[in-house]
């Protein structure tokens, strides 16, 4: 039995950095090793479960303890890390490239600077650097890991059918005819929400206008969630494009199950697992060919390499009205699931932990 | 027609073999040929001129003398740290509590806290002093740079344009 130890800058439910510290929790417990939670931020649904960060650093410095970092955004507490005694690996779920909160939100930008700063130090004194996604993996190379000492875990996915839908919600968005768009993040620029409002204006009033655009996700930036808005007014579709903040998971699961197409503008996504949630829904999958979502999608979903509105406008009409198209896109969908389910990444955990020298137990 | 190859008249990749690519984008570009000829689409000048170019506080407004003030002036205000006042809305115990809160902080917490603030408030005001001074001295130079500017253009055309 090895004492495990795993850090992080919030646990909160339905985040999906959160979700992956549970489950590799569960695992280790699983296999018999001793294992504890520290967060910057903790939730009050996680109180009990998850303990102050501040306590990580009172840990007793012992060699054969193990401390994986998850690293998803600039948090002070990046030293601890690189004080520990013991073994260190380091999860790398990306950070946006700072430029994308240029002018839009300082801090941000200047959290995603420094974050991105930080990661030098951190993989220099990692035992293993892992990435989510080869996308990530990739970045922690050019940070200056090693690349034998990195690899890939991807992450551990919710167990969508553990989180039914709202039913009130389903029926309410089931109404009328009407093609239901759907995209789920922060309302941040990085994903390209002011594009994919334009592409939605020309589907909408070119092709069907009996359709609706939903942005499910928290405002990150108010100034950027006006923006949004007001071009929405101006383009003529804010009757159908509508924001829907931060919601339960019931009502998450209701968004996917009355969506007719999820669509992804995104500039830059570590990983994408909106997508994936996606294609565990049955949703065709539209998405700009940028950073780590053609390595998630494979060969499934369908890439857009440019905006050019029209005819990815076009596609998206095909994907939502074509029965055939369609099927075969959800088909290829569900093959590409198959790679990524829990089995895979609970194996993928188990060969990370020998390569560190903890042996897995059970 | 390769169904991976990119068309660069239609910016999509499908890498499903399963699906005939090659005839969906064929079909993509008739269907965007017909609706442009109907003039269904919003023109792209539209689509273009309803975003900003660039973004409310890039760089532009970054070297903007009113925006960095006032960015000083938001930082000035939280600059301070504060103590946490407590209340309660309880009924009738309501002030029995925020008395409780009060004499424990007081006697477990305060003295330790109270210190860092008073660190930290200096620390941060120290910070935004030296911004300060660094946006005057930035005034002065780009002062200085007018003046040679100036300067250089009068000399220029004193030799003739050159």
Not at chain 1, 133 to 157: D, H, M
């Amino acid at each position: 039995m090895m004492r495990v130890y795993q850090l992080t800058n919030g646990m909160m439910a339905g985040d999906a950095v959160s979700n992956h510290v549970l489950e590799i929790d569960a695992r280790l417990r699983a296999w018999g090793h001793s294992s504890q939670i520290f967060a910057g931020y903790i939730a009050p649904e996680m109180e009990g479960r998850v303990q102050p960060d501040a306590q990580c650093a009172l840990l007793p410095a012992q060699a054969d303890s193990l401390l994986i970092y998850h690293y998803s955004i600039y948090n002070p507490n990046y030293r601890l890390f690189a004080r520990a005694r013991g073994k260190r690996i380091l999860v790398y779920h990306n950070i946006t490239p700072a430029r994308y909160f240029s002018g839009w939100d300082t801090r941000q930008e200047m959290q995603c600077m420094l974050g991105r700063e930080a990661l030098k130090d951190l993989v220099a004194v990692a035992d293993l650097s892992l990435g989510d996604s080869g996308y990530n993996r990739q970045e922690l190379v050019e940070a200056g890991a090693s690349p034998e000492k990195t690899g890939v875990l991807p992450i551990f996915l919710s167990n969508f059918d553990a989180r039914p839908a709202d039913t009130d919600l389903l029926h309410r968005l089931r109404q009328g005819s009407a093609a239901n768009w759907l995209t789920v993040g922060r309302v941040v620029p990085g994903k390209g929400l002011h594009d994919l409002i334009r592409l939605f204006a020309v589907y909408a009033r070119a092709i069907n206008p009996d359709s609706r655009l939903y942005i499910v996700g928290s405002m990150g930036i108010p100034a950027y969630a006006d923006a949004l808005v007001k071009l929405a007014h101006s383009l003529g579709v804010a009757d159908r494009v509508i924001f829907a903040g931060r919601v339960s998971d019931a009502h998450l699961t209701a968004y996917y199950q009355a969506a007719d197409l999820y669509v992804v503008a995104s500039y830059h996504e570590g990983f994408c697992v909106p997508a994936v949630e996606s294609m565990h829904f049955g949703l065709p999958v539209l998405g700009r060919k940028a950073a780590a979502l053609p390595e998630t999608l494979g060969d499934a979903g369908v890439l857009f390499t440019r905006l050019g509105y029209e005819s990815v406008a076009e596609i998206a009409h095909l994907l939502i009205a074509d029965r055939d198209i369609r099927a075969q896109v959800i088909r290829k969908q569900r093959e590409r699931l198959q790679a990524l389910n829990p089995h895979q990444t609970e194996s993928a955990l188990r060969a990370i932990l020998n390569r560190v020298g903890l042996q897995n137990g059970r | 027609m390769d169904a991976n190859k990119p068309n660069p008249q239609i910016p999509l990749e499908i890498r499903d073999p399963a699906l005939n690519a090659a005839g969906l984008i064929r079909r993509i570009a008739e269907q965007v040929s017909r609706r442009r000829a109907e003039g269904l689409y919003p023109s792209a000048d539209k689509l273009r001129a309803a975003w900003p170019q660039t973004a409310p506080g890039s760089k532009a407004a970054l070297i903007d003398d009113d925006y960095i003030f006032r960015l000083l002036k938001d930082l000035t205000v939280d600059s301070y740290l504060q103590e946490v006042q407590f209340t309660s809305t309880a009924p009738v115990v309501g002030p029995v509590i925020v008395a409780v809160r009060r004499a424990w902080n007081w006697m477990s917490t305060r003295w330790y806290v109270l210190p860092l603030f008073k660190q930290q408030s200096r620390y941060n005001e120290q910070v935004i002093i030296s911004m300060y001074r660094l946006l005057q001295s930035n005034r002065a130079l780009q002062a200085q740079v007018d003046e040679l500017q100036q300067r250089l253009t009068n000399l220029e055309r004193a030799d003739g344009g050159q």
